[in-house]
């Protein structure tokens, strides 16, 4: 799992979303969902908001 790049919430100012690369395919990921790795395989769990970078925006794309 790499990181790709991260946001921070404007209320809270903790770290909010991470963006990250997994088996070839990359996710937006909110910290509110739960997420498992099984056999380095992401299986999410409750993570509706696990949106693939490539129904993002360009300008939101790292």
Same mark, same amino acid.
């Given at each position: 799992?790499? %990181? %790709? *790049?991260?946001? *921070?919430?404007?209320?809270?100012?903790?770290?909010?979303?991470?963006?990250?690369?997994? $088996?070839? $395919? /990359?996710?937006?990921?909110? +910290?509110?969902? $739960?997420?498992?790795?099984?056999?380095?395989? +992401?299986?999410?769990?409750?993570? /509706? /908001?696990?949106?693939?970078?490539?129904?993002?925006?360009?300008?939101?794309?790292?």
């Amino acid at each position: 799992m790499r %990181i %790709i *790049k991260h946001t *921070k919430d404007a209320y809270s100012q903790k770290i909010a979303i991470f963006e990250i690369y997994v $088996e070839n $395919e /990359s996710f937006k990921i909110d +910290l509110n969902c $739960e997420l498992v790795f099984l056999n380095h395989k +992401l299986n999410s769990h409750h993570a /509706s /908001s696990a949106t693939p970078l490539n129904n993002i925006s360009p300008q939101n794309k790292p």
